[in-house]
């Protein structure tokens, strides 16, 4: 392009200028988009590409009702509101709308924090539902922004929610199923990283996007039958209210696979309303946390052991004097005068402690509990019914008690003499109810389990694996001798109680505690342990119950059994057993 | 002298003589105008999906679709390009009669304006931009700026008048030319920059007043004086407003020198570094046709002030340097047009055109690449529809017209403007003209 200015013209001169401003602009944009140009690209990098977190879906947990899955723990999206102050147009209009649609849910005085200056994230309103949270997005508030929060939600409210835990805010599992499994309900999270709009919306744009999809966690469906778990809760509120006990709980199994029915305490919690629980106490689950002295109900223990080593029978007898002594110490009778010869099922029926030592001694030499009579009850008490030792049930904080092992210095005659009749040692309830189980199964341990299976993304049940048993821990002819002396037990006092026509058995235990170092008689720990089920059957369930309270003198007649007899006659319906003569 | 000046001034009168003597006008004019307008229509094709979709977001609708903005610029291109076919067809002898009565439209607008935007507050009258109204809002039909009826009624006034004070030897008087000029020069910045608070348009307003001064041939001292005039009164408007106090530290010293409290600084800063990104990454050749990540929302204004930017990320430095070369072209041959007019009023307005252009394209590019602070200026034939659009436009129909008066050899300027025969003005263009082939 020929221009052919004027020389010296004025226009020359401005022509000349105007090239030489355009050439500066082409150097600087060389220098921009050519040499700089890799610290521009990290540059929008850095401001472009963001990683987002695909968040997982948490598993639900399913109970049983019946054969049929039903939910337990579901989740639910919520919106947590929040306002951007440095972005604010009108703070009135964010003001009124927040009242109109979400009054219920604003944090306190949150009209302060739409202005607050300095910050660029204040939080309104918190669990706002989907539905809010359109209408909210509707009014088109400038600054007020929302966040996607996933929270559980339970549909049968209080339900078990001792077994179930919770999650906390950061979506961590508490307590119950939910930290036992709590890698296996959370899944995986994905990851998006990806190059975005100014709103984060992710774009298709260039090939820098990586996307690693999300796993959601696992569904899990418990043991715990939903009508069992209920049933059991209520009988513990009515226990809790005609005994003025103020520690229960119970557990309902079915001895013959080792999975939990029920399991319930109380005090207990509503889930869905964390912050009103005043003493975390109410999380735990003593059922599996809480070791205790079992007392009496042991006695079905040593019995056991006697006649699956065959050093008794129900019909052996024995010289009851009430009192009876080992070593430098004297055990005696909490119920006295069944004084003279007496028969072992005698023995039982009124749990004398006395008997129980007898059995010990008649593990060893007949006159002393020597080393071989221990290790003996040790075996049988430790290693085959797994007193003392943890179950590995899939809950959390499951707790191990303490069954001393004769090779201890501890483990000597008198503490087997104590052990006899279930002192000296701590078991769990699970333990308990456990080698109980398979005392009265057939001579089976079922390791106890509280997941059934898995709901897949379609809907579909899958069964867990089975877990270990371990058959003969008694034979089955002991077993079947041990279920009858403790349907035997039961019939002697209290045969009123139970729907005619079944096998209904289980023994009393009263404990006392310990304090400071002695056992007192002020307080008491009132348990019972039974099974129930048709005659000439396996017994379909086992219960335990426990009622305990400070200061208070609970028994296991008076107190814990009750809400046995209420469990077991409902069970008798509910599992739809067939009376036999 | 008097000789002299009856000479120009029959010749400036008598535009009909000269269309008798008009030649063919400049082509290339048009060849670079219409090569602009269509690669802001194809910018429009490219970033027009994604600002629909950031519009769409932010005002929660789906009004805007992905042919919105390319629609809709076709349609400000056909009013512009009517724009430009009027003002190349009307004479300017009726333009130059009408000097009067635009600078009349353009104030009453302006005065309307106010009224209707500073002083009633009714914004869906006066559309209210950060407090400022610089625009009536005409519903479907988009805004309409009366700064753009002043720009042009400006331009036309002090070519004329100029002209005139040019044809009586009267260019370097400070009574009847320096103080009048100043006078209508000040009074327009005020309106503009003072009361629409729009720093952008004024600087466009002192360019065409600066060019055309200095093609009337105004003596180099007071030429200089007025320039440091301007320089005190720019420099106390600047110091005097927080907002550009603060945008031109925020220029020179990042944001750290801006108070954090202030949200503009803040967002000038960020508005320049995303500019910035968009040219760099685009890099030597560019992303291509709808890849552009920085139209998406980042870079504020993508389609109007920060066009040159985007064009950058898409079309690279290949891209940007033929946009440069274009407006480069253009300017130059409207320089050379008003170089090479005779008549001193058609050469006043062609070189007020040149400040206009000239203004916009420097100031928007420069402060895209970090020169100078922003301003918030368009970039003339590419940004996003509207008055601007319409009234650049219809400038170039004025120097197209006026490009068919040019004699073919060049003036000295100093010999005309110190002519004192009528032979050493008409004598040395006119009667001994002759028609050489071109190119």
């Known amino acids: ?581 | 002298m008097n000789r002299a000046r009856r000479a120009v001034g029959r010749m400036a009168s008598g535009v009909g003589d000269l269309a008798q003597r008009r030649h063919r006008p400049d082509y290339q004019i048009v060849l670079f105008m219409g090569l602009l307008m269509l690669l802001g229509l194809v910018l429009m094709y490219a970033i027009g999906p994604q600002r629909a979709n950031v519009l769409n977001e932010v005002h929660n609708t789906d009004f805007y679709t992905d042919t919105y903005f390319v629609i809709k610029q076709a349609l400000s291109l056909a009013v512009a390009i009517a724009a430009f076919v009027f003002f190349s067809k009307l004479p300017f002898s009726v333009l130059t009669r009408s000097a009067m009565r635009l600078v009349q439209v353009g104030l009453g607008l302006a005065a309307l304006l106010f009224v209707a935007g500073n002083l009633l507050h009714i914004d869906s009258i006066a559309a209210n931009t950060l407090g400022a109204y610089r625009w009536f809002n005409l519903g479907p039909l988009g805004g309409f700026q009366p700064a753009e009826v002043l720009k042009i009624a400006l331009l036309v006034y002090l070519a004329v008048f100029l002209g005139k004070r040019v044809s009586e030897g009267a260019v370097n008087d400070v009574e009847r030319t320096v103080l009048p000029v100043v006078g209508i020069t000040g009074l327009m910045l005020f309106i503009v920059v003072v009361l629409q608070k729009d720093m952008g348009t004024g600087l466009a307003m002192a360019s065409i007043v600066g060019a055309m001064l200095l093609m009337s041939g105004m003596s180099w001292k007071l030429l200089t004086r007025l320039v440091v005039v301007a320089m005190v009164i720019g420099a106390l408007l600047v110091v005097f407003v927080p907002h550009r106090r603060e945008r031109l530290m925020t220029f020179f010293l990042g944001d750290a020198a801006a108070d954090s409290s202030h949200v503009a600084a803040d967002d000038s800063n960020y508005h320049i570094k995303n500019a910035m990104i968009a040219l760099g990454t685009g890099g030597f050749a560019g992303l291509g046709i709808g890849n552009s990540i920085q139209a998406t929302g980042y870079l504020p204004e993508a389609i109007n002030d920060s066009v040159f930017a985007i064009m950058g990320e898409i079309f690279g430095f290949m891209g940007v340097t033929v946009i440069l070369g274009l407006f480069g072209a253009l300017l130059l041959r409207v320089l050379r047009i008003a170089d090479r007019l005779p008549d001193m009023r058609m050469k006043l307005a062609v070189a007020g055109v040149f400040g206009w252009l000239a203004a916009h394209v420097v100031l928007n590019v420069a402060s895209m690449i970090g020169l100078v602070p922003l301003t918030g200026i368009t970039l003339p034939l590419l940004s996003f529809g509207g008055t601007s659009m319409v009234f650049v436009a219809g400038a170039l129909g004025l120097v197209y017209q006026l490009s068919q008066f040019t004699s073919h050899s060049t003036i000295m300027e100093s010999r005309y403007e110190n002519s004192s025969s009528r032979r050493g003005i008409g004598g040395s263009r006119y009667p001994s003209r002759r028609r050489t082939p071109r190119n």
């Open chain 1, 1 to 581: 392009m020929e221009l052919h200015f004027a020389p010296k013209s004025r226009a020359r001169g401005l022509a000349i200028i105007l090239a030489i401003i355009m050439a500066l602009f082409v150097v600087r944009l060389f220098y921009i988009q050519v040499i700089q140009h890799q610290y521009y690209v990290s540059q929008a990098d850095s401001e472009q590409i963001k990683q987002f977190t695909l968040r997982a879906k948490r598993g639900e947990i399913y109970a049983m009702e019946a054969d049929k899955p039903v939910r337990l723990v579901m989740n639910e999206t919520v919106y947590t509101v929040w306002v951007d102050p440095v972005q604010v147009a009108d703070k009135q209009a964010i003001v009124d709308a927040l009242n109109r649609v979400a009054g219920g849910n604003t944090r306190k005085d949150f009209a302060q924090y739409i202005e607050r200056a300095g910050t660029r994230y204040q939080v309104l309103a918190t669990k706002v539902t989907r539905t809010q949270a359109e209408l909210l997005k509707k009014e088109n508030l400038a600054g007020v922004g929302f966040d996607a929060v996933s929270q559980r939600v339970y549909p049968e409210g209080q339900l078990a929610s001792q077994v179930l835990g919770f999650v906390d805010s950061e979506g961590v599992g508490k307590y119950g199923v939910e930290q036992a499994s709590n890698d296996r309900l959370r899944g995986q999270d994905g990851l998006l990283k990806t190059v975005t709009d100014v709103r984060l919306v992710p774009l298709t744009v260039g090939d820098k996007n990586i996307k690693k999809p999300a796993r959601d966690g696992d569904n899990l469906v418990l043991t715990i039958d939903r009508n069992i778990q209920a049933e059991a809760e209520k009988a513990l509120v009515e226990g809790m209210q005609r005994t003025g006990a103020t520690q229960l709980s119970v557990i309902v199994m079915n001895p013959n696979n080792g999975k939990v029915l029920a399991m319930a305490n109380l005090p207990t919690y509503d889930p869905s309303k964390l912050n009103e629980v005043a003493d975390a106490a109410a999380f735990n689950n003593d059922t599996i946390s809480n070791p205790y002295e079992p007392g009496s109900d042991i006695k079905t223990f040593t019995v056991a052991t006697g006649i699956d080593k065959g050093v008794i029978t129900p019909q052996s007898t024995y010289l009851n004097t009430d009192y009876i002594k080992i070593d430098d110490i004297t055990v005696s009778n909490a119920s006295k005068g069944q004084t003279g010869n007496i028969t072992m099922q005698h023995a039982l029926n009124w749990s004398l402690n006395t008997g129980m030592v007898t059995i010990a001694q008649r593990l060893g030499n007949g006159s002393s509990i020597t080393r071989s009579a221990r290790d003996t009850m040790y075996e049988y008490f430790h290693d085959r019914l797994r007193l003392g030792q943890l179950s590995g049930i899939e809950l959390a904080n499951e707790a191990k008690g303490v069954v001393v092992s004769p090779d201890e210095e501890q483990g000597n005659a008198v503490r087997y003499s104590n052990m006899a009749f279930g002192q000296g040692m701590d078991a769990t309830m699970l333990q308990v109810a456990s080698g109980f189980g398979a005392l009265v199964n057939g001579g089976t341990y079922y390791v106890p389990s509280i997941i059934n299976g898995t709901i897949d993304a379609d809907g579909n049940y899958h069964a867990a694996a089975d877990k270990p048993r371990y058959p003969g821990v008694i034979s089955p002819a002991s077993s079947t001798t041990l279920a009858e002396m403790v349907y035997q037990a039961r019939q002697a006092f209290y045969s009123k109680t139970d729907k005619p026509g079944f096998y209904v058995g289980g023994k009393t235990g009263t404990s006392q505690t310990i304090k400071n170092g002695k056992y007192v008689s002020t307080e008491t720990i009132g348990t019972y342990l039974g099974f129930g089920g048709e005659k000439g059957a396996s017994p379909s369930y086992v219960i335990m119950v426990e009622v305990a309270g400070k200061d208070m003198n609970l028994s296991g007649n008076a107190h814990a059994m009750p809400i046995f007899n209420e469990i077991s006659n409902w069970m008798i319906d509910y599992l739809r057993l067939t009376p036999r003569e």
